[in-house]
């Protein structure tokens, strides 16, 4: 995730920088609890410990919303989700925020009862319980204006949808937590003359009585913070990859159109593939929204999966970093908020990556950035895993390094190799960075539990023979 709303400067180091300065916005942090209890409030999580339901497992999203433009307080929702219940659930609750909800139906029978809990929970009494390990349905209609931690309305006239770690419950109820993957389908119906962009493939569009109905599927499961919608005047180009994936890119009407942008980001998307392995997704491209109607706190960029949202233009390190984060973060996501470096500690070095790719110093570049934060403790301070409530996204920067110093520790073939690897072993699951650090080990046959235990864990500048392995032997003077 980016929080640029600019491109970045020259100065590798500021935009380094930058990159990582990102800051959840709006997220509320509580004493890390202990685990918790099957089909209990919270998936678990320690950073967020309200966040999903550890009850069920949602293996599908069937999001319909209605939104007229001219009325940003009203969004009409009729969501269903469906689930398998890992445990009897006599009741359950599901992340959303805001709404009038109209009606709740478990099974297709109304449900008991529904009610608020906390920020964020809709809580549900189902007419008769759940069955352990039975798949069921929960349908929710609602309505009523969208949260704005997620929802982001355009001085176009349109909105969008972007936010992490939290935006999904903003439109929709769901079990908000990256643990919980599920395939999503979107049904979107507005005024005609203006355009809905989702995750995935276009379905059919209709027209009736003046409004238009868009669909979009995404048939790969999906981290909820990576599910989005966008809405507006948009004009769309089409392309594909030299792999043959339709790239489908969006522009707001007061975004940048840039064709050589544009054919860079095919570019970029072909260049990845040769590190990390085929594009994971049945579709590529971008959303490129306008300018926001108020000063908000939307990200500058965000990894919505198969089409990252960009901030009022496309440039290469930001299509890099979130094309990144479709196989690291996306395909592959992390097991819960401890492990933010699985998705952006790699976006981070395919920026070095690219920047190689195009002539640039690797090695160079490396020994400039530690030089530059040799004498910043609280640069090292921050740890890779675990680095702490309201930290998820800081390792980054720090990250980049590491990974640059174990490709020269362990030799290209085993550091490509384990990339490649974990992105095909991992491919729309879950994982943690303790099993990338496994699975480098394998790969490249040699002991790493000092590295490790250095650049991850440790909250001081790595020794010297960490920092400097290999190629990256100190220059004399």
Same mark, same amino acid.
């Given at each position: 995730?980016? !929080?640029?709303?600019? %491109?970045?400067?020259?100065?590798? !180091?500021?935009? &380094?920088? $930058?990159?990582?300065?990102?800051?959840?916005?709006? $997220?509320?942090?509580?004493?890390?609890?202990?685990?918790?209890?099957?089909?209990?409030?919270?998936? +678990?999580?320690?950073?967020?410990?309200?966040?999903?339901?550890?009850?069920?497992?949602?293996?599908?999203?069937?999001?319909?919303?209605?939104?007229?433009?001219? @009325?940003?307080? !009203?969004?009409?929702?009729?969501?269903?989700?469906?689930?398998?219940?890992?445990?009897?659930?006599?009741?359950?609750?599901?992340?959303?925020?805001?709404?009038?909800?109209?009606?709740?139906?478990?099974?297709?029978?109304?449900?008991?009862?529904?009610?608020?809990?906390?920020? /964020?929970?809709?809580?549900?009494?189902?007419?008769? %319980?759940?069955?352990?390990?039975?798949?069921?349905?929960?349908?929710?209609?609602?309505? +009523?204006?969208?949260?704005?931690?997620?929802?982001?309305?355009?001085?176009?006239?349109?909105?969008?949808?972007?936010?992490?770690?939290?935006?999904?419950?903003?439109?929709?109820?769901?079990?908000?937590?990256?643990?919980?993957? &599920?395939?999503?389908?979107?049904?979107?119906?507005?005024?005609?003359?203006?355009?809905?962009?989702?995750?995935?493939?276009?379905?059919?569009?209709?027209?009736?009585?003046? !409004?238009?109905?868009?669909?979009?599927? *995404?048939?790969?499961?999906?981290?909820?913070?990576?599910?989005?919608?966008?809405?507006?005047?948009?004009?769309?180009?089409?392309?594909?990859?030299?792999?043959?994936?339709?790239?489908?890119?969006?522009?707001?009407?007061?975004?940048?159109?840039?064709?050589?942008?544009?054919?860079?980001?095919?570019?970029?998307?072909?260049?990845?593939?040769?590190?990390? +392995?085929?594009?994971?997704?049945?579709?590529?491209?971008?959303?490129?929204?306008?300018?926001?109607?108020?000063?908000?706190?939307?990200?500058?960029?965000?990894?919505?999966?198969?089409?990252?949202?960009? /901030?009022?233009?496309?440039?290469? +390190?930001?299509?890099?970093? *979130?094309?990144?984060?479709?196989?690291?973060?996306?395909?592959?996501?992390?097991?819960?908020?401890?492990?933010?470096?699985? $998705?952006?500690?790699?976006?981070?070095?395919?920026?070095?990556?690219?920047?190689?790719?195009?002539?640039?110093?690797?090695?160079?570049?490396?020994?400039?950035?530690?030089?530059?934060?040799?004498?910043?403790?609280?640069?090292?301070?921050?740890?890779?895993?675990?680095?702490?409530?309201?930290?998820?996204?800081?390792? $980054?920067?720090?990250?980049?390094?590491?990974?640059?110093?174990?490709? @020269?520790?362990?030799?290209?073939?085993?550091?490509?190799?384990?990339? @490649?690897?974990?992105?095909?072993? /991992?491919?729309?699951?879950?994982?943690?960075?303790?099993?990338?650090?496994?699975?480098?080990?394998?790969?490249?046959?040699?002991?790493?539990?000092?590295?490790?235990?250095?650049?991850?864990?440790?909250?001081?500048?790595?020794?010297?023979?960490?920092?400097?392995?290999?190629?990256?032997?100190?220059?004399?003077?």
């Amino acid at each position: 995730m980016r !929080r640029l709303p600019n %491109p970045p400067p020259p100065s590798r !180091r500021r935009a &380094a920088a $930058a990159l990582v300065a990102a800051v959840v916005s709006g $997220a509320v942090l509580t004493a890390v609890p202990a685990s918790a209890a099957i089909g209990g409030p919270g998936a +678990g999580d320690p950073y967020f410990p309200e966040d999903g339901n550890s009850g069920y497992d949602v293996s599908h999203y069937d999001v319909k919303i209605a939104y007229d433009p001219a @009325r940003t307080d !009203r969004l009409d929702g009729d969501t269903t989700v469906t689930a398998r219940a890992l445990t009897s659930l006599d009741r359950f609750g599901l992340d959303f925020k805001g709404f009038s909800v109209s009606s709740v139906a478990v099974n297709g029978t109304p449900a008991k009862a529904f009610s608020r809990s906390g920020a /964020h929970k809709l809580v549900i009494t189902p007419a008769r %319980p759940v069955a352990k390990g039975t798949t069921f349905t929960v349908r929710v209609t609602y309505a +009523g204006k969208p949260d704005a931690e997620g929802w982001h309305t355009l001085k176009s006239g349109g909105a969008y949808v972007a936010g992490e770690p939290h935006s999904a419950t903003s439109w929709y109820p769901a079990n908000d937590h990256p643990s919980d993957k &599920a395939t999503f389908a979107l049904t979107a119906t507005v005024p005609d003359g203006w355009t809905v962009v989702g995750n995935g493939l276009p379905g059919p569009e209709s027209v009736e009585d003046g !409004r238009r109905t868009f669909r979009w599927v *995404e048939d790969k499961p999906m981290v909820t913070y990576a599910s989005t919608v966008a809405i507006d005047r948009f004009t769309v180009h089409r392309g594909k990859t030299a792999a043959g994936t339709p790239v489908i890119t969006a522009y707001s009407p007061d975004a940048e159109i840039d064709p050589a942008a544009e054919a860079q980001q095919t570019e970029i998307l072909d260049f990845l593939t040769t590190k990390f +392995g085929p594009y994971p997704f049945s579709s590529a491209g971008a959303i490129v929204v306008g300018a926001a109607k108020e000063p908000t706190n939307e990200p500058g960029a965000l990894e919505t999966q198969s089409r990252p949202t960009y /901030h009022t233009m496309i440039f290469d +390190g930001s299509m890099v970093h *979130e094309n990144t984060h479709q196989w690291f973060g996306d395909s592959v996501s992390f097991k819960d908020w401890r492990d933010g470096c699985v $998705a952006e500690c790699f976006a981070q070095y395919a920026l070095q990556l690219w920047r190689e790719h195009k002539g640039g110093d690797t090695d160079g570049d490396y020994r400039s950035e530690v030089e530059d934060y040799r004498d910043d403790p609280s640069f090292w301070s921050v740890k890779l895993y675990d680095p702490g409530p309201g930290r998820e996204l800081d390792p $980054a920067l720090k990250g980049s390094l590491m990974l640059h110093a174990l490709r @020269r520790t362990v030799g290209d073939e085993a550091f490509f190799g384990t990339l @490649r690897t974990w992105t095909h072993d /991992h491919a729309y699951g879950n994982a943690s960075f303790r099993e990338f650090e496994a699975l480098a080990a394998k790969v490249s046959g040699k002991d790493l539990k000092g590295f490790f235990a250095a650049w991850v864990d440790g909250t001081v500048i790595p020794p010297e023979k960490y920092l400097y392995p290999g190629s990256l032997g100190r220059v004399a003077g």
